[in-house]
């Protein structure tokens, strides 16, 4: 029992076996093979991750720290005391990252089975899904930040390996491909600077990069609670610490079960399992300081209102604290796709459907609400950076989700709408509702990697249309599909264009109703999933502005208000475009419901995306508590997650927002049931002029990749060529060489050598060794008279230069 | 050692000419016996340079396995060699990529076209034995000679071998090379004659005695210029920005093995003689200095990532990484912390696996094309699935992706520099923002060589990957790996040495107050 949560190293090392299998030998392997490997790697992830889940459960919750077998140290420098260890971590919030991860991943690698039928590189495609799995796993797994930045950068590499998956495709696709990987990349390690950054003051500040400690408390509050609960049941025994003053004092360490001398063991237990026989400690204050993990020491810190130097910087720790929060953030929104950095995310789009689904919206770009809700002691004591996030969050929700009501493409709409959606998450960071924000996670990642696959579903059936449609014409190759998806056509068919599609909704009956599920969570309708999770956001956003007077809270409530009546219509637009009125084409006429290894995960994600919402019901809803327990997943989520809190159910708020997006999707349906304008490819909103000016910037994406190409790309490459050119090669490389050294060393030369006299030279070649006339003798056969003087009067300038030098000193001597 | 006549430093160090000696004999014709000759010494050498690692005691900070024999005891010169934390791993890595240099050049079109094999491989031993010397004696005046050996060697590689414009590479690389040595070579002659002794570690604890001193009252007193006599010599060998402009011609002009070897030794020869010399020997001048050179490592970490992105030839783009990428070790070292010093010499062996690699890669590329123009490449990975993503994996250690080497040297440098009390955060900030351009040339590398749509008729039949091109890559590839995961053996062994160096250098943390009075005890 006690090498149980053990397990967690297996959690990474059989996605990481299974990516190794298929990389060396997944040609050889067949499709089958390498499908069964990926797939099976990842379903005992899963298993796995609820074994750790029940795991956990059985164990009050209480945090397990695993230091993995070979790899146990990682960055160590003694002399510097760096200690910087591999080591994970399992507790509430891993856990449920975990199941996110390993649960949608395998229906992801089933669905892929069929998606990526037939594509030249299937065995790549399987082997970098279970990288990415590896890799997701040590980033939410690790106990320290440097660990899970290994996961971070390497979700991003396979996150680029899949958006370029297909870099060789003609008619330049391939090279927009690649590019797109690149932006990708680039952007993110925009955000890593931030990541580094931060993790660097973190280290200088603390002395460790650790959350916890293996011995340390997580949730001080709780723990005490759940001490005085059991010392009220056995009063008899009465020992230690009197009921009401628990919480902060320092003097009430241990409750001492056994009746040990408390001193001693208090004094012994610093660094140790936390499970020192017969003791169990309530708070962390017998550890010292220093041997905190991060969060411990930065509430200590700021108690003390401790000062710290960083080199000969010295500032109060709370400003640090800001600094590297902030710096935090700058790769949050990089990972997370956040107002600046979040372009990347919808050229993303270019990759796979199914690993767009995986990593682009359920689990990879999560990573930044992930790390900040891991971080919410720091956040929750950095109120500037807790602001700055709010706004980031909300601004990104309400840009996004403007431009998405502009898109055609029907994977660039989900797109724009995982970022908007993705800021949700982020605001409610902002304004402390973390445990709201990882409730919006998981409801997030079921919905939205249902929308992704039910788009790839339609995507492909499509591209089936397309081939049937033209395949009695040109007698076209049917085995020729996934590879070379729409290789042929692209210039006249764009299977992903919404204006091609229509009426989908009898063709694709399972597509349909899956998606509808999706579309319905996602615009928080009740009783979907959505629906809790972002009432519980701007509920939280409610009360930490009307009832907390925080300004964030206001501006959060207002904006992600419109924010989420924006996401009622264009996923009611796309709903209508995709499904519903006539097929628009002969593709769509012809598109077929996908197979059964597609379908199969669609409704297990509908299922999911109905009733996951009901894991978290707040209290005292409809008598909804009594079936399914008041907020249980926060409830769950505060013993890793601090400063989480239960919201409060608001009756006005959710019937004011759930009215909204009906609303929203009322007036989509009114606007997009005129089929007219959408066979003639435009946009009802476009030749409306009230709303035609709005339509065109969200179409054009309000601009935001040309600014940046504009200010920063530009410029960059720009400046490059002149530093290369003009500084470098020119001035430094030329002039510099032939005018400074190149004439001042022959000036040199000339001095030295004209006192001495050809025959002495010759005597000093002589003399020196046969070595050198040797070997400029060989030069002497290739190279021109030119070289070999420069070389001989080289080798004798530098001969000459040691003798002038050292014959004084030796007469000296 | 004392029981045995030879110590097994003496030993690595000559069996490079031992093998030298051996190939002369050879007749030119015998191709083949040539190379395994070449090979077998350098692979003989670097075993046992491992033998050395094991029997390495990393706990014990002070020179091991000396070997001393007098030469000219009169003027306090001699044979004087031994191994500390901070060279150990440099003679590993030297012959280390000596045997990657010599396996590379099996079947190297230009030592084909050009012929005199033998002569090649007698130049690559010969720098083998130069290189070893420089980084195991502690002698000054036979550490100048291997220092300036290492320069015909490699002369006539570039000059002999070289691409095009190989006799204007080969003689700046002598000239730039040159300059800077003889500035050296002054002062080193002022320091040996002060002390009485040639003999670097007897120099050094003179230093902490307070035996020899060189006054340091401003930043051009006595100690300010023999600092810089130094330097100067291995700035431009690092090389430091702006004395760089060396490398670039160097490099593009070099055959693959010399500029694995130039990438991969060579430029540590400047770093690591400021570890060995700089710090230790003028530690008031280094404290003094430090901010402006840190300021100099910067600006070229920075520069060179810029400059390193507008190329359109590959080792050109590759020689300005190495600019930008030695930056970060310079920073490291005048951190003057124990982290940035051991970050600056496992980055060291990282750049040399790293940056060895990429110009194998290169190499290999224009083995098939011949041409180095990114422009003729395009969706290689396609055609040579196997090199592709065994470039993949180099350029991300290059750009330092955490789990691989890159990172670790990077990480550490930066966490040195940030917590040294001589420079400040900012520095930190500037040389972090070079993670970022690093990204940028490097994914502009990769993906101009390897992904895009494989368009051109020449690359579609690219012949496939050797078997010795394979063994070169495959040992970077599990290093670059193994030192991301497992950084602890390769930088334990000079956590000892580092320690008590900086506690030579830096006393206590405060030195940067005292600056001005510390010269003045003379």
Redesign the interface.
């Known amino acids: 029992m006690a090498y149980y949560p053990q397990l967690v190293s297996l959690i990474i090392l059989i996605p990481a076996i299974g990516a190794f299998i298929n ?1 060396f030998w997944g040609a050889r392997l067949g499709e089958k093979w390498v499908g069964t490997v990926a797939t099976v790697a990842s379903a005992l992830a899963f298993v796995i991750a609820v074994l750790l889940f029940v795991y956990l459960e059985g164990s009050g919750y209480e945090a397990v720290v695993i230091n993995p077998p070979i ?1 146990d ?8 005391e ?1 200690v910087i260890p591999w080591q994970q971590r399992v507790d509430t919030l891993s856990s449920t990252m975990m199941l996110i991860i390993t649960g949608i991943g395998t229906l992801i690698h089933v669905y892929s089975i069929s998606y990526m039928h037939g594509d030249a590189r299937f065995h790549r495609y399987f082997a970098y899904l279970n990288m990415f799995l590896a890799f997701m796993l040590v980033l939410v797994t690790a106990n320290n930040f ?1 660990m899970m ?2 996961g ?3 979700v991003g ?1 396979c996150s680029f390996l899949l958006i ?1 998956f297909w ?4 008619h ?1 696709v ?2 927009r491909n ?2 797109a ?2 932006k990708a ?2 952007l993110n ?2 955000g ?2 931030g990541v ?2 931060s993790v ?2 973190m ?2 500040t603390f002395g460790t990069t650790d959350y916890f400690r293996p011995a340390e408390i997580v949730n001080v509050h709780l723990a005490e609670e759940a001490a005085h609960a059991a010392e009220a049941a056995h009063s008899e025994e009465g020992a230690v610490a009197a009921e009401g003053e628990a919480a902060n004092k320092p003097g009430d360490v241990v409750l001492a079960q056994e009746g040990e001398g408390e001193g001693a063991a208090a004094e012994e237990a610093h660094g140790e399992e936390h499970s020192t026989p017969g003791v169990v400690y309530v708070n962390n204050d017998h550890i010292e300081t220093d041997q905190l993990g991060v969060f411990g020491q930065a509430e200590r810190f700021l108690d003390e209102g401790r000062v710290i130097d ?4 010295q500032l109060p720790f709370s400003t640090w604290l800001t600094i590297m929060t902030l710096f935090l953030v700058l790769g949050v929104t990089g990972k997370s796709a956040q107002i600046p950095l979040f372009t990347w995310l919808p050229d993303a789009m270019a990759g796979p459907t199914p690993a767009s689904a995986l990593i682009h919206a359920a689990t990879m770009v999560t990573a930044g609400v992930y790390i900040m809700v891991r971080s919410n002691v720091l956040f929750y004591y950095a109120p500037v950076t807790s602001f700055v996030v709010a706004m980031i969050g909300a601004l990104t929700a309400l840009v996004a989700g403007f431009i998405a009501m502009g898109q055609w493409d029907i994977k660039r709409v989900l797109a724009y709408s995982t970022v908007s959606q993705l800021g949700f998450m982020v605001a409610a960071v902002g304004i402390g509702a973390y445990a709201a924000a990882i409730f919006h996670l998981v409801t997030h990642a079921f919905f939205k990697a249902l929308l992704f696959l039910g788009s790839g579903s339609v995507i492909h059936a499509m591209e089936h249309g397309h081939h049937h449609a033209h395949s009695h014409g040109h007698g076209h190759d049917d085995e020729h599909h996934g590879d070379d998806h729409h290789d042929a056509h692209e210039e006249e068919f764009d299977p992903q264009d919404m204006r091609n599609m229509g009426g989908l909704r009898r063709k694709m009956p399972l597509t349909f109703i899956t998606y509808l599920f999706g579309t319905l969570a996602l615009a928080g309708i009740f009783p979907f999933a959505g629906f809790w999770s972002k009432d519980e956001i701007l509920a939280d956003s409610w009360v930490a502005g009307f009832d907390n007077n925080n300004l964030a809270g206001y501006i959060v409530f207002i904006i992600l208000l419109m924010a989420a009546a924006f996401t009622a219509f264009y996923m009611w637009r796309q709903i209508v475009l995709v499904f519903f009125g006539k097929p628009r084409t002969e593709a769509a006429e012809h598109a077929p419901e996908s197979s059964r290894l597609i379908t199969i995960p669609l409704v297990i994600l509908g299922f999911f995306s109905l009733g996951i919402g009901f894991m978290n019901t707040p209290s005292y809803v409809l008598g909804l508590d009594n079936i399914f327990g008041a907020h249980l997943f926060t409830d769950r989520l505060e013993y890793s997650v601090s400063k989480a809190h239960a919201s409060e159910f608001n009756l006005l708020i959710a019937l004011g927002a759930t009215a909204l997006a009906v609303a929203a999707m009322f007036l989509a349906n009114n606007i997009y049931r005129r089929s007219a304008i959408i066979e003639a490819r435009r946009d009802p909103l476009e030749m409306l002029p009230t709303t035609a000016p709005f339509w065109s910037l969200a179409n054009a994406r309000m601009y935001w990749d040309a600014f940046y190409s504009r200010v920063f790309a530009r410029p ?2 720009r ?3 002149f ?3 003009v ?2 090669w020119r001035f ?2 030329d002039y ?2 032939d005018v400074v ?2 004439k001042g ?1 022959n000036a040199a030369a000339q001095g030295l050598s004209k006192p001495v006299d050809l025959g002495v030279i010759d005597g000093a070649v002589n003399g020196v060794g046969r070595v050198f006339g040797w ?1 400029s003798s ?2 002497r056969q ?2 021109t008279g ?2 070999r003087t ?2 001989l009067s ?2 004798v ?2 001969v000459l ?2 003798l002038v ?2 014959l004084p ?2 007469q000296r ?1 | 050692m004392e029981n045995t006549g030879l110590s097994l430093v003496t030993v690595v160090l000559f069996l490079p000419l031992v093998g030298f000696s051996i190939l002369l004999f050879i007749p030119d014709a015998q191709s083949r016996n040539i190379k395994y000759t070449a090979l077998g010494t350098s692979l003989v050498t670097f075993a046992l340079s491992l033998v050395m690692w094991a029997n390495f005691d990393a706990a014990n900070p002070a020179l091991q396995m000396v070997q001393r024999w007098e030469w000219l005891p009169q003027y306090g010169i001699g044979y004087y060699v031994g191994i500390d934390g901070l060279n150990m791993i440099m003679v590993v890595l030297t012959t280390f990529i000596m045997s990657i240099g010599i396996l590379s050049s099996f079947n190297a079109h230009v030592i084909q076209e050009r012929g005199r094999e033998k002569l090649y491989y007698l130049f690559m031993l010969l720098l083998q034995w130069a290189m070893i010397g420089v980084f195991v004696v502690q002698d000054l005046i036979i550490f100048y000679i291997f220092w300036e050996v290492t320069l015909v060697p490699m002369y006539f590689l570039v000059g002999i071998w070289g691409g095009e414009k190989r006799v204007y590479a080969a003689v700046k690389f002598f000239l730039y090379t040159m300059a800077g040595s003889i500035l050296m070579l002054l002062a080193l002659l002022y320091v040996g004659t002060q002390a009485g002794t040639f003999a670097v570690p007897e120099i050094i604890a003179g230093i902490q005695a307070g035996t020899i001193s060189f006054p340091l009252d401003g930043l051009f007193s006595t100690q300010s210029i023999l600092f810089l006599g130094f330097f100067i010599a291995f700035a431009i060998k690092v090389p430091i920005w702006p004395l760089h402009s060396w490398l670039p011609d160097a490099h593009v002009q070099a055959p693959t093995a010399g500029s694995v070897i130039l990438a991969g030794v060579l430029l540590k020869m400047g770093s690591y003689g400021m570890i060995r010399f700089l710090l230790p020997m003028f530690p008031e001048a280094s404290v003094a200095w430090a901010p402006i050179i840190a300021l100099l490592a910067v600006i070229g970490i920075i520069y060179g990532a810029w400059v390193s992105f507008a190329q359109t030839d590959m080792k050109k783009l590759v020689a300005y990484s190495s600019v930008s990428h030695m930056g970060f070790i310079v920073l490291g070292i005048f951190a003057m912390t124990s982290i940035g010093i051991q970050g600056s010499i496992i980055q060291m062996v990282n750049h040399g696996i790293s940056t060895g690699g990429l110009f194998l890669i290169v190499g290999m590329l224009y083995e098939r094309r011949h041409t180095k123009d990114l422009a003729a490449f395009g969706g290689i990975w396609k055609a040579m699935p196997l090199l592709g993503a065994i470039s993949l994996v180099v350029v991300l250690s290059s750009m330092g992706m955490p789990g691989l080497n890159g990172f670790i040297g990077e990480f550490t440098i930066l966490l040195g520099s940030m917590g040294s009390t001589v420079l400040g955060i900012g520095f930190t900030v500037v040389a972090a923002l070079g993670i970022i351009l690093a990204a940028i040339y490097m994914l502009n590398f990769f993906q101009r060589i390897f992904m895009g749509e494989l368009d051109k008729e020449e690359n579609k039949n690219l012949p496939k990957l050797e078997w010795n091109e394979i063994a070169v890559l495959v040992p970077i590839v599990v290093l670059a790996i193994w030192i991301g995961l497992q950084p602890a053996p390769f930088m334990n062994p000079s956590d000892a040495t580092v320690e008590s160096l900086v506690a030579q250098v830096v006393p206590d943390t405060t030195t940067v107050a005292q600056l001005p009075e510390a010269g003045q005890g003379e």
């Open positions: 990389i790899f140290g990682w960055i160590q420098i003694p002399a510097g760096v440097l930045f290994v971070w950068e390497g590499l370029g870099f060789d495709k003609a330049g391939g090279w690649t590019m990987a690149n990349m680039l390690r925009i890593d600077f580094v950054m660097l003051i280290f200088w960083i080199g000969p910087v960059f490459t400046i490059a060529y530093l290369s050119d500084v470098d430094l490389h510099f060489h050294i190149w060393f070997l060989q030069l290739i190279q030119y070289v420069y070389a080289l080798l300038g530098v230069v040691i030098i050292l000193l030796l001597g």
